[in-house]
């Protein structure tokens, strides 16, 4: 497995940095998958001057972003089959307050990462989670660390989709009813929340009883409301599939939401792809298996 990784100063300038928090929990787990980390430059120089990694030869140096090396891992993102380079996601560690998270070779990382169905890794969280998925696909006993990520039943989901996302979103929905019902609140913006409401319905679910939480349209600010619940950490995973091919009116209101989640770093879990999602979703049922307690 290539993973691309990059992550913004100010979470690799201090020991505590959220950076080294992902790799005191999850090195064991990286070395276990045999993970290859392709690291831009002043990503790869902390990670060797931390020491975490020492003696790791999955751990590849990438050019400065300055010379090209995020560029380097959008390209691999969408892969260089002739040269056999391609990556399978990217970690990107992003602070909300570093503007070098909305350069364009930045923004083209998210976006290529959800055309090609790719995870595309933005918190502490969502990375420690992603480790533990994989984990467990591949047939690995489950970390009793990442117990937390599992605890559905105390956590809020988000599930958001944009409009030619709407159909992925409620065949997902319909597919993970059970799973999706273990958690202790869901939350949806207005269209995609009245639809899931009307298919848990005709599921079963009591009809004087919404399955989701309705807050206001996207356009209307329901971003912004679930951004506020992110903030407040009374929502811990937002699903969010995104429709990377289609100008946004409300593009603010959808990066204020993505900002929300960076911003809540170790709390907050965030899946952009279907095909992720369903990845996620299928390692949650067989972790539940093997860890029932959990």
């Given at each position: 497995m290539r993973i691309g990784l990059a992550a913004n100063h100010l979470h690799h300038s201090h020991d505590e940095a959220a950076l080294f928090r992902w790799l005191r929990a999850c090195g064991p787990g990286?070395?276990?998958?045999?993970?290859?980390?392709?690291?831009?430059?002043?990503?790869?120089?902390?990670?060797?001057?931390?020491?975490?990694?020492?003696?790791?030869?999955?751990?590849?140096?990438?050019?400065?972003?300055?010379?090209g090396g995020l560029m380097k891992l959008v390209a691999e993102v969408v892969g260089l089959p002739e040269s056999g380079r391609v990556l399978d996601g990217a970690i990107y560690l992003m602070h909300p307050v570093n503007p070098s998270s909305i350069?364009?070779?930045?923004?083209?990382?998210?976006?290529?990462?959800?055309?090609?169905?790719?995870?595309?890794?933005?918190?502490?969280a969502s990375a420690c989670d992603w480790v533990e998925l994989e984990r467990i696909h591949a047939g690995l006993a489950p970390d009793p660390n990442a117990d937390g990520f599992h605890a559905l039943e105390a956590q809020t989901l988000a599930l958001i989709a944009h409009d030619a996302m709407k159909p992925q979103m409620l065949a997902y929905a319909a597919?993970?009813?059970?799973?999706?019902?273990?958690?202790?609140?869901?939350?949806?913006?207005?269209?995609?929340?009245?639809?899931?409401?009307?298919?848990?319905?005709?599921?079963?679910?009591?009809?004087?009883k919404a399955w989701v939480h309705r807050y206001q349209s996207g356009p209307m600010g329901g971003d912004a409301q679930i951004a506020d619940l992110v903030l407040e950490r009374r929502c811990?995973?937002?699903?969010?599939?995104?429709?990377?091919?289609?100008?946004?009116?409300?593009e603010a209101d959808i990066q204020l939401l993505e900002r929300a989640v960076t911003t809540v770093t170790d709390d907050a879990v965030c899946i952009t792809s279907p095909v992720v999602a369903r990845r996620w979703a299928e390692a949650a049922n067989k972790r539940a298996a093997l860890r029932p307690c959990a």
């Open positions: 990286i070395r276990e998958l045999g993970m290859s980390l392709h690291a831009v430059g002043r990503t790869y120089d902390a990670i060797v001057r931390d020491g975490q990694l020492a003696g790791y030869a999955g751990l590849l140096r990438y050019p400065y972003g300055r010379e350069f364009p070779e930045a923004v083209a990382l998210k976006r290529q990462c959800v055309i090609h169905h790719k995870p595309f890794i933005s918190t502490v597919d993970h009813f059970e799973l999706l019902s273990r958690f202790a609140r869901r939350v949806a913006t207005g269209t995609t929340g009245l639809q899931l409401n009307e298919l848990a319905w005709s599921r079963g679910w009591p009809a004087n811990h995973r937002v699903l969010f599939f995104e429709d990377p091919h289609v100008a946004r009116q409300h």
